[in-house]
């Protein structure tokens, strides 16, 4: 990897150390790749899916967070 | 209130998906006399579900926004103190925005520090080989690996106190001392200042004369241009700012439509690919 950047590595680099968990959850018929930061909320790292308008929708960007709870399914819903 | 208006109120379908099912018979029955209740119930909803109003509806645009915005991560998730432009995700964007019938153009507003060569090289091959046109603004900054993106959509601007910062590639994490390490290096700086002088008016030289400067940058090597440098050394087309950037796009799409199916924006591409290999 090569970062061209103006920021001083150190500072970007700070904290890679820290382990981050993800999980792969499935939502609305397509896969997200979250970042639970609760026993209830999750933060979304990136959807997985090859339809490209998914891309575009608003309530799947990354950074999006989104509520969860164990449905009656085993998958996992947004509020 | 905006959102509250006549017209606006009819608009009661999308809201009524996110009722829960043990209200769902209420509403329905109120939505059906009074489409008013559904929506502010919706409205409140989503305040207290989301801890956000819902959006006002706005006309439809023909043009879509992109903004590159912090570090341009590559195939590391950066720490989250950084603010990133995830490349995975802003090239589906891309192939979307391509293909969606609705959108005529792209605004690429950049305010950014740099990032992953690859990653950034990739959304601005995607961007240069887009059909539809495309015009970028740098606010604030476009620093290093910002540029090429910057030169690659159809049109530049820069703001006039924006800033691009050109300075040389460095390697990170465990470097083997060979000779090889600096050729690998000078090949990876060649691929940033070929894609950034084959897309802009300055020459290659012209443009590692910059990246080499010494006395520009405090304890580095390198050169910050200012708005307007930019555009004196060919890098960007144009100082303005939003308006100009827009007035641009419209006028690009207005040629594209002008041009119908034999648009010569779709023959152009296979001549700027063929000149990228020379």
């Keep these: 990897m090569i970062l061209y950047t103006v920021l001083p590595l150190e500072t970007v680099l700070e904290g890679l150390e820290q382990e981050r968990s993800f999980v792969d959850i499935q939502l609305q018929g397509l896969t997200l790749t979250v970042e639970p930061i609760s026993m209830e909320e999750a933060v979304i790292v990136r959807i997985i899916s090859t339809d490209p308008l998914h891309y575009l929708n608003p309530q799947f960007s990354p950074g999006r967070k989104i509520r969860l709870f164990k449905g009656f399914s085993s998958g996992m819903t947004m509020l | 209130m905006f959102y509250l208006s006549a017209e606006n109120r009819l608009d009661t379908k999308t809201p009524k998906i996110r009722m829960p099912e043990q209200r769902s018979v209420k509403p329905q029955m109120k939505a059906a006399d009074s489409p008013e209740l559904s929506e502010e119930e919706a409205l409140t909803q989503s305040i207290t579900e989301f801890g956000e109003t819902r959006v006002p509806p706005q006309p439809v645009s023909n043009v879509h926004v992109m903004s590159i915005i912090g570090q341009i991560e590559g195939h590391i998730i950066l720490p989250p103190q950084n603010k990133t432009t995830k490349y995975e995700h802003v090239i589906p964007q891309l192939v979307a925005v391509e293909q969606s019938p609705s959108i005529e153009g792209l605004l690429v507003v950049l305010n950014t520090v740099g990032g992953d060569v690859e990653a950034g090289l990739a959304i601005a091959e995607m961007l240069d080989t887009m059909s539809k046109p495309s015009v970028s603004l740098i606010l604030g900054g476009g620093h290093s690996i910002a540029l090429p993106i910057a030169v690659s959509c159809k049109y530049g601007f820069i703001a006039s106190t924006a800033t691009v910062t050109i300075h040389p590639l460095r390697l990170s994490g465990l470097v083997i001392g060979v000779?090889?390490?600096?050729?690998?290096?000078?090949?990876?700086?060649?691929?940033?200042?070929?894609?950034?002088?084959?897309?802009?008016?300055?020459?290659?030289?012209?443009?590692?004369?910059?990246?080499?400067?010494?006395?520009?940058?405090?304890?580095?090597?390198?050169?910050?241009?200012?708005?307007?440098?930019?555009?004196?050394?060919?890098?960007?087309?144009?100082?303005?700012?939003?308006s100009h950037a827009l007035q641009a796009l419209d006028k690009l799409i207005q040629e594209k439509r002008g041009n119908g199916q034999e648009g010569n924006s779709i023959p152009e591409i296979p001549s700027e690919g063929g000149g990228h290999l020379q």
Aim: aromatic content about 6%.
């Design chain 2, 179 to 242: 000779p090889q390490t600096y050729e690998y290096l000078e090949k990876m700086q060649d691929r940033v200042v070929k894609f950034v002088s084959d897309h802009s008016t300055i020459t290659q030289d012209k443009l590692r004369e910059l990246m080499f400067r010494t006395g520009e940058l405090v304890r580095d090597v390198g050169t910050v241009l200012v708005g307007v440098d930019a555009v004196t050394l060919g890098l960007i087309d144009e100082v303005g700012g939003l």
